[in-house]
């Protein structure tokens, strides 16, 4: 019997590809790097912006010094407009997903958040009007771990007081956290409703056929 549903964030509940986007290649663009070369650069501080060790400002500041280029306006640039795209993400949230949680909740399902996010992230998901429903949240900046780490999941568990086989995990499958899910005794779902707005190198995950799948938040209700 599922009496919980842990969710993925990004690509699950919101799509970072609604309205403004803002990935890598348009802040070298913005500053004029070769975007492999600020890719590298950028890439190398993912591990500690995710965990905790690092905001997304020292990040992006940086970025910048290892590539020569840092200066405090630069830096506010590219942070401030990585903020306002992320605005367009969490004032874009799907009704859809604001109704599952909603219906999840009034069944009695506990509902869950499992999710690698970076500060900048953090602080929206928090201040979103999603943020309400979850009974857990476990978000990697705050807890200094990243999916697909196992403690992820059986923290969540634990404080939701239930067991990985009673939990529905749904995500898009990125950072292989479908498999982990498995792994840990869960039950996962790929969500596939965002699935064809991402682009390339920013696809998360592929269709993965080894797992059951959703192709509408709706969908959702009728696995619990």
Known sequence: MIKAVIFDMFETLVTLFEGRTYFSENMAEDIGADITEFRKAWHRSEHDRSIGKMTMKEGIDDTLRELGMFDEATADMLFNKRLAALGDTFSAIPKASVDLLKGLKERGIKVGLISNTFSDERDLI?????????????????????????????????ELGVKPGECLYVGDGGSKELYAAREVGMNPVQALWFHELAFEPHIPCDELPEFPHAVKQAEIFDMI
């Open 126 to 158: 928090r201040a979103s009007e999603l943020f309400p429903y979850f009974d857990a949240a476990m978000i990697s900046y705050e807890q200094g771990v990243l999916k697909p780490d196992h403690s992820m999941y059986l923290r969540i568990t634990e």
